[in-house]
């Protein structure tokens, strides 16, 4: 199928995806599904295929593409994300990400966006953050974090994210914890010092996300035993996640 094209239409929509049905991996389904969580349709087709496809159409009018919302099947809900986290204009990505929010289902949805995040459009990227931390579908609010964790590596953001951290008192859905815990590890492996610091003078912070964050550092290959023995002392006593 012609994928990179100036034109998409309805009457593209069924081609499509019976184009995506060729790849079909059924015998996959049931583990797939397993791991996903997802009530979509699942046609389990590869990663590296699924890609490939999302990238041939934003070659071409990959805005006919979204304009259509072809969401019947978890694979095309994906592709979806994948062209809309490749989009350079922040506002642009922002209108058709708001469509991709309503039919996010499950962590995967959310972990495949991945921005284009840099000095012109970072406080963009906080303010939204901030906006989907608030929302009360629980894949909004881990896309919250997630955005956090794309920023990172710059450190001007660190007191934010510790800021946002403090905010999550509250959480208790699983899959928002768990971004949580993987933001709050990656803040100890990068910036030890001043997290551990924070985790110090912050007592009230929710439990199940800093022995999430150790948990994950403990598991992690970037640090030393030595390291990982000294975290013990801030786990907070706390029900298992």
Known sequence: MELNRLEWTLNDKLPFSSYLRSFQQKDKEAWSRNILQTKLELLCIPTKIMYSIADEVFKGNYRAFLDLKI????????????????????????????????VMENWAHCDLLSFKIDRSNKDKFLALSEVYLKDNRTFVRRLGLMILFQMVKDGSVLPIIFDRLKKLKQENEYYVIMMAGWLLSECIIQYR?????????????????????IQKCRESRRMSEIEKEQLLPYKRKSFPL
């Open 71 to 102: 969401f019947d099947s978890y694979e095309e809900v994906a592709i979806y994300g994948k062209l809309v986290s490749r989009i350079n204009d922040f506002d642009e990505m922002v209108h058709y990400l708001t469509n991709y929010l309503d």
């Open 193 to 213: 010092e001043q997290t551990l610091e924070f985790l110090n003078h912050e007592k009230e912070l929710n439990k199940k996300i800093v022995n999430k964050g």
